[in-house]
């Protein structure tokens, strides 16, 4: 389990510090710039979000994953609200990740937390209803820690989405991925049992959402992910595939397009660890976000091993984060939760 856990996280951060060097161009800009297609840790080029980034440095995507499963497993695993808007709050204190690449609706629910006034312009305000991906890019911990357990991970997913995106769809994302994960952990899953729990998640997070969250305009998570996943799983090679989900799915910011396509590209590398991280570094647009979900799918399936031995000591390196350590408290949570559910008795 600790094997795959650690996979889980090494696969996040290596996506969204991969994908900071694509992020916002084509598939065909990315080689332009490149003379390659990317397939390790680059220098974001200095016209891009990560411009002053060196190689392998995170975006928000991960970073904020990271704080917010600290202060969690700080807090023994117990997911609530007030431990996510602290976590957050302390995520934004690190100019670093936060100044130059946090979204607006995390940016504004922050603002309220930390008690600042927020002017109200008098017109339509719909922002704390967008459903982008920001949600969605840091729960992919919540999914490790409930190893096995995913209407526990759909909870506690919940509780983290409604935070700072307080509708349905991007519940149902952030479910999808937190549920997939917690599958993905287990010694017994593949590639099916994977997706089948991501488009789990997604139809129960539609369905929680409906009830505790907003309502919000766009295309619907679980129908996008269905045709994500037949495109995946469908003819051609995985590069293929990778353009036919980008135009047809869409790889943007919107909560209907990045889950669906970073389940997509998952299928379309049949769960191999480095493929499904290559595949959303290269798709083109929000490459960082997509990336850093489908390499903490493929991770929490393949195991740390399945990853260049450089990747785990390079983001440590360049972030000045403890990833393994952060690894090694999620599965002492993980299995006695595990334990727990199966009637055992714990120390927690």
């Not at 200095?46 to 392998?56: E, L, R, S």
């Not at 504004?108 to 600042?116: D, F, P, Q």
């Not at 989900?245 to 909560?255: C, E, F």
Request: glycine fraction near 12%; include cysteine.
């Amino acid at each position: 389990m600790y094997e795959r856990i650690l996979g889980g996280l090494i696969g996040a951060g290596a996506g969204d510090a991969m994908g900071a060097a694509t992020e916002a161009r084509t598939t065909e800009q990315i080689r332009e710039y490149f003379g390659h297609e990317v397939t390790d840790f680059e220098t974001p080029p200095m016209d891009t979000f990560g411009a002053g980034n060196v190689p392998g440095q995170l975006t928000d995507d991960f970073s904020s994953a990271y704080f917010v499963a600290r202060h969690i497993a700080d807090n023994y695993g117990k997911v609530t609200e007030d431990v996510v808007q602290k976590a957050l709050i302390d995520w934004s204190e690190h100019a670093v990740f936060f100044d130059r690449f946090a979204g607006p609706t995390t940016r504004l629910a922050i603002r309220r937390y930390k008690g600042e006034k927020i002017e109200t312009s008098g017109g339509v305000e719909l922002v704390t209803r967008q459903a982008t991906n920001g949600a969605a890019m840091k729960i992919s911990p919540i999914g490790l820690l409930n190893a096995g357990n995913m209407e526990q991970a759909i909870q506690d997913a919940v509780t983290v989405t409604m935070v700072t995106h307080d509708n349905y769809l991007a519940i149902s994302g952030a479910c999808a991925v937190t549920a997939a994960v917690s599958r993905a952990v287990m010694p017994d899953a593949d590639v099916y049992s994977v997706l089948q729990a991501g488009l789990y998640g997604a139809r129960e997070g539609e369905r929680i959402g409906r009830d505790v969250a907003r309502d919000v305009a766009g295309p619907s998570v679980v129908r996008r992910m269905e045709m994500a996943i037949d495109i995946g799983l469908g003819r051609g090679t995985p590069e293929e595939k990778m353009v036919e989900i980008g135009h047809r799915i869409g790889a943007g910011l919107h909560v209907s397009e990045a889950i669906p396509s970073a389940f997509g590209l998952f299928a379309a590398n049949g769960g191999d660890a480095l493929g499904s991280i290559v595949s959303a570094v290269n798709v083109g647009y929000d490459t960082d976000t997509i990336a850093t979900m489908s390499g903490a799918l493929a991770g929490a399936l393949r195991g740390s091993g399945a990853f260049p031995a450089h990747f785990l000591p390079t983001l440590e390196k360049a972030n000045h984060l403890e990833i393994k350590k952060l690894a090694e408290d999620l599965t002492g949570i993980a299995k006695a939760r595990l334990l727990a559910g199966k009637g055992g008795e714990t120390d927690e």
